[in-house]
């Protein structure tokens, strides 16, 4: 019995999908000059930064989000959940329910749909509120937001399409 409903290595994809995505959208032919007026951040600050922590930390963090976000986009691990991660315990309806829905909603667009929906009501109110405090502007929100939305989406697409 599969008792994993995901393919493993789409954790890491979407994660390096992530930073493939940011290379694309902060690019100065994209929003990256945007981005860079909106956060008040200068090409001086960006030399002095050590880009392998950053990039690394990033791919780190993406991969969490990844998990979390894995959640949310495959409703087979609900199943895993009512019995308590171990389907031993119950195997038989779990069996028998990974039979009848185990590749129920399992596309790249039911994916990107629930990446989106975790964007827009997850990370834009985080990035909103942070913002906000911050006193950046709309745009600066936007920039960001739109990214992680954009990204959640594909992420969401890889994690639940890849069966």
């Not at 994993?4 to 290595?9: A, M, V």
């Not at 994809?13 to 940011?22: D, K, Y």
């Not at 909103?128 to 697409?157: C, D, H, P, Q």
Request: hydrophobic letters at 55%.
């Amino acid at each position: 019995m599969d008792t994993l409903p995901i393919t493993p290595l789409a954790i890491p994809v979407a994660a390096v999908a992530a930073l493939v995505i940011g290379a694309i959208w902060y690019n100065p032919k994209v929003f990256g000059t945007a981005w860079m007026r909106a956060a008040e951040m200068t090409e001086e600050k960006m030399k002095g930064a050590n880009m392998a922590i950053i990039f690394g930390l990033s791919l780190v963090f993406a991969a969490l989000l990844a998990v979390l976000l894995m959640q949310f986009t495959n409703h087979q691990w609900g199943a895993l959940g009512m019995v308590g991660g171990e389907p031993e315990n119950a195997k038989a309806s779990y069996e028998t329910f990974m039979g009848d829905y185990g590749n129920a909603f399992r596309t790249f667009k039911h994916g990107a749909l629930h990446g989106t929906i975790f964007g827009v009501f997850g990370a834009l109110p985080i990035i909103g509120t942070i913002a906000l405090f911050e006193r950046k502007s709309a745009k600066y929100i936007f920039i960001n937001a739109g990214y992680w939305i954009v990204t959640l989406a594909v992420m969401g697409a890889i994690l639940c399409g890849w069966n």
